[in-house]
T-cell receptor
Framework: DTGVSQDPRHKITKRGQNVTFRCDPI?????LYWYRQTLGQGPEFLTYFQNEAQLEKSRLLSDRFSAERPKGSFSTLEIQRTEQGDSAMYLCASNPGTDTQYFGPGTRLTVL | AQSVAQPEDQVNVAEGNPLTVKCTYSVSGNPYLFWYVQYPNRGLQFLLK??????LVKGSYGFEAEFNKSQTSFHLKKQSALVSDSALYFC????????????FGTGTRLQVTL
């Protein structure tokens, strides 16, 4: 399978714990995006990388959130001191510098 | 700022009948428009896009969409619905002048029945 992959697919954590998600984009896609989707809503943009550079961050991305893309390949999204409001599906997408973003299966986070 | 409106939470259609899922948008520049489909507990699957050129674009699984600049709409259509088309459909837009985020609508659930 050469699509976007995300790990883990599901994560259950207790409030206050830190969590980290990983996204592996399609090979040689230089752009990588993170979105958050809550129940009944469309995905909302969080942040965007071109290669290893983080070029844009949404105001949704509070200080507890950090994303990295070392070496311009895979990316990680970390949430520190999780809150119940962080419960959502976290989606990763990539594209090779063209128009279409290709999405991974998502990581569903549940904060108890 | 860019935005998308999907005015219908749910669309119900009988198998074999035509379907339309509505989408209107707002951008400051020229729009790039997309439709994605989402099956339960899955990510988004790309269906089709409008960038430039013909106003009628064709995509996967027999879906097509018509770009209407004067009405700022990009409705998704299919001539003959299948039960397997039942899913959540999202319209998205980005301004052609940016390289980053897509802005999505809230989604429309399509229910196709026998």
């Amino acid at each position: 399978d050469t699509g976007v992959s995300q790990d883990p697919r599901h994560k259950i954590t207790k409030r206050g714990q830190n969590v980290t998600f990983r996204c592996d984009p399609i090979s040689e896609h230089n752009r990588l995006y993170w979105y958050r989707q809550t129940l009944g809503q469309g995905p909302e943009f969080l942040t965007y990388f071109q290669n290893e550079a983080q070029l844009e961050k949404s105001r949704l991305l509070s200080d507890r959130f950090s994303a990295e893309r070392p070496k311009g390949s895979f990316s990680t999204l970390e949430i520190q001191r999780t809150e119940q409001g962080d419960s959502a599906m976290y989606l990763c997408a990539s594209n090779p510098g063209t128009d279409t973003q290709y999405f991974g299966p998502g990581t569903r986070l549940t904060v108890l | 700022a860019q935005s998308v409106a999907q005015p219908e939470d749910q669309v119900n259609v009988a198998e074999g009948n035509p379907l339309t899922v509505k989408c209107t948008y707002s951008v400051s520049g020229n729009p790039y428009l997309f439709w994605y489909v989402q099956y339960p507990n899955r990510g988004l699957q790309f269906l089709l896009k409008y960038i430039t050129g013909d106003n009628l674009v064709k995509g996967s699984y027999g879906f097509e969409a018509e770009f209407n600049k004067s009405q700022t709409s990009f409705h998704l259509k299919k001539q003959s619905a299948l039960v397997s088309d039942s899913a959540l459909y999202f319209c998205a837009v980005r301004d052609s002048g940016t390289a980053s985020k897509l802005t999505f609508g809230t989604g429309t659930r399509l229910q196709v029945t026998l």
